[in-house]
């Protein structure tokens, strides 16, 4: 028992050591003595011990690269492009892959490079932002032809970033101020201007209706003075009689609105001592005459009343 047990510990580990697991989505390549002896996909498999050995794994999943390229444009600009590459290991061409290429991130990097510094220089910066897509077209054809023959394929190249020298980021930030500063300049002013005219039109028929307002005013003023003496008239007053007595009515309206204000202050400065008696005298005079036309007109009414 002594004698085998090593034996068997041997044993088992050998066959432990045939079997190996290969994980989903990745290619396992076989050497025999140094040969390449298969490719094994994803899955359980079996191999003889020190006979044969992994040599190694290959991923088969969808990788991304990024490439920061700096580069001269047309108008001597010098501006930093970020590219990325995302590529894939061709499930059949796993051999190709693995032998035929031992650094394909530095091979795309070199490719990216070239394909970039010819295309870039050709154009104007603003034509860079305008046109990075045809800088992704044409990296990813020129990576297709070369990197196909070595098992890769290209899926997809994209310019992420643009990123221009900070002088020119600032100089392009004060143009594009500027011009905005310049459009809302404009704007305003077609506010102000549209303001200054709307305001001169509604100045305009404010005056037209205050106008209009006076009018009507005084044409009501004057038919309702023109009713006032046609009243007076019926009584037996004359037209001049009631002239002056809608005078002297009005003139005492006029100073009970004053006195109806505390703070108002009323100065009356005839011409003459001579013109402020005569002027008093015909005050008391048509206040006179008016309380005779009162009297007038209330016995009038009573006459009629009793005719009735």
């Known amino acids: 028992m002594i004698f085998y047990a090593p034996l068997l510990f041997f044993a088992i580990l050998f066959v432990l050591a045939a079997f190996f697991i290969v994980k989903q989505q990745t290619a396992a390549i076989v050497e025999r003595f140094g040969k390449f002896q298969s490719i094994r996909q994803s899955g359980l498999h079996l191999k003889i011990p020190v006979v044969d050995r992994i040599a190694g794994k290959l991923s088969l999943k969808i990788q991304q690269l990024d490439v920061i390229i700096e580069t001269k444009t047309l108008d001597d600009v010098f501006v930093k492009l970020k590219v990325s590459v995302q590529y894939k290991v061709i499930k059949t061409k796993v051999y190709d892959a693995f032998y035929k290429l031992d650094y394909p991130q530095d091979q795309i990097t070199s490719y990216v490079f070239d394909v970039v510094r010819a295309e870039v220089p050709k154009m104007r910066l603003d034509d860079v932002f305008v046109k990075k897509d045809d800088i992704a077209i044409a990296v990813k054809s020129e990576l297709n032809d070369a990197m196909m023959e070595y098992g890769y394929d290209i899926i997809k190249t994209l310019v992420t970033d643009i990123d221009p020298d900070a002088q020119v980021k600032e100089a392009m930030n004060r143009i594009n ?118 009297e007038a007109m209330k016995k009038a009414n009573e006459n009629k009343e009793s005719e009735e």
């Open 177 to 294: 101020a500027s011009e905005r500063e310049k459009v809302a300049a404009q704007y305003e002013g077609d506010a102000q201007r549209i303001l200054i005219v709307e305001k001169a039109k509604a100045e305009a028929e404010s005056k037209r209706l205050q106008g209009q307002g006076i009018a009507d005013q005084r044409r009501e003023i004057a038919r309702g003075l023109e009713e006032s003496v046609e009243v007076l008239n019926k009584v037996g007053i004359n037209s001049q009689e009631a002239s002056a007595l809608i005078v002297v009515t009005q003139h005492y309206d006029t100073l009970q609105s004053i006195g109806a204000d505390t703070n108002s202050n009323l100065i009356l400065l005839p011409n003459s001592p001579q013109a402020g008696s005569d002027m008093l005298n015909n005050m008391i005079a048509s206040f006179t005459a008016s309380n005779q036309i009162g």
